[in-house]
């Protein structure tokens, strides 16, 4: 499995300010010395010895995630929020472009579903969709934010083929099992777990972790325990996280103790609140990779999401 980063932001789409830009350009020039510019080999080390937040961006688009296969042209894609566009411009240019889009909603808040009018496949009569939600109406939730007064184009410009389906347990599609999970958020969302060959992939975003996910029951056990990778809400820092009480999103440090409470090997931070710039999200990767070795929680990998991360499992 690959799994693809489109849009990793929470709440709503937050694009770089061009005041944040020229922070950054006067920070870099600031470090730069006559040595780092004396050749293209000098100037290439300077740049790769920046930090992250400092030489590229986490992203603004709101949340979108793939996962395609080997010799597959059957894609998988998590919630349709701004960064689905992206991915279907990088389609254009694929040498094997995918022909069939299953696509899974956490929810409809409008972060979820505001990408998909803009997705280039969906008007494509040769490109295939199968659309999932284990929420009824999931066919006028769509038709809904598609009508007037909110967008000119209907969903039945889109060309490509759509059918829908209520997902009631699990299903499986190409040899590969998905099912999904009810979590807490307002309004509810779904988290999904992916299977593909004894290898295990959690997507569970605008996740308010409870001490009900954290127990030994078998409906959890079955979920989470021992899966390779959890992409997984991480809005907040735990001050936050007490303050926004009931708005659906989890600590970094909640969400660490839940990897390591179902031995998940690889957490990757999900959903960046719209106020965090690059600065802040890369601090608080370092605070959560810090609580890891506080606590003294072992075989733990913690990345954080940004737009155009690859992971394979």
């Known amino acids: 499995m690959k799994i693809k980063f489109w849009g990793v932001r929470g709440s709503i789409p937050t694009p770089t300010s061009p005041a944040r830009i020229k922070s950054k350009i006067s920070a870099i020039v600031e470090q730069i010395t006559p040595e780092d510019l004396v050749s293209a080999e000098s100037r290439e080390r300077f740049l790769a010895g920046l ?9 603004g688009n709101s949340p979108c995630v793939s996962i395609s296969f080997d010799n597959n042209d059957e894609w998988l894609v998590f919630d349709c929020g701004s960064g689905i566009r992206d991915l279907g411009v990088a389609q254009m240019s694929e040498k094997r472009k995918a022909t ?13 579903l505001q990408g998909l009018p803009f997705f280039g496949p969906c008007y494509n009569p040769a ?17 809904g934010q598609m009508t007037s007064p909110y967008f000119p184009v209907t969903l039945d410009v889109m060309g490509s083929s759509k059918t829908f389906h209520y997902m009631e347990k699990e299903i499986e599609i190409q040899g590969r099992t998905i099912n999904a999970k009810k979590m807490n958020h307002p309004g509810d969302s779904y988290a ?44 907040y820092t735990l001050g936050e996280a007490i303050e926004k009480y009931n708005w659906g999103h989890s600590a ?6 839940f990897a390591a409470n179902w031995n998940i090997k690889h957490m990757v931070m999900f959903h960046h609140d719209p106020t965090y710039d690059d600065q802040k999200l890369y601090g608080i990767l370092q605070s959560a990779k810090w609580y890891l070795e506080r606590m003294n929680l072992k075989g733990i990998e913690i990345t954080l999401a940004y737009e155009g991360l690859e992971i394979s499992i």
């Open 192 to 235: 999904y777990c992916v299977c593909e060959n004894g290898k295990r992939v959690i997507y569970s975003t605008d996740t308010e972790l409870t001490s009900g996910d954290f127990l030994k029951n078998e409906e959890n056990t079955a979920f989470f325990k021992d899966a390779d990778m959890i992409v997984i809400d991480c809005q």
């Open 127 to 143: 490109i295939k969709f199968d659309f999932y939600s284990p929420v009824g109406g999931l066919e006028g939730v769509l038709r």
């Open 252 to 257: 970094f440090s909640l969400a660490v103790d």
């Open 100 to 112: 069939h889009f299953h696509i899974f909603f956490s929810h409809f808040h409008w972060d979820h």
């Open 51 to 59: 930090p992250p937040w400092l030489f590229g961006t986490v992203g």
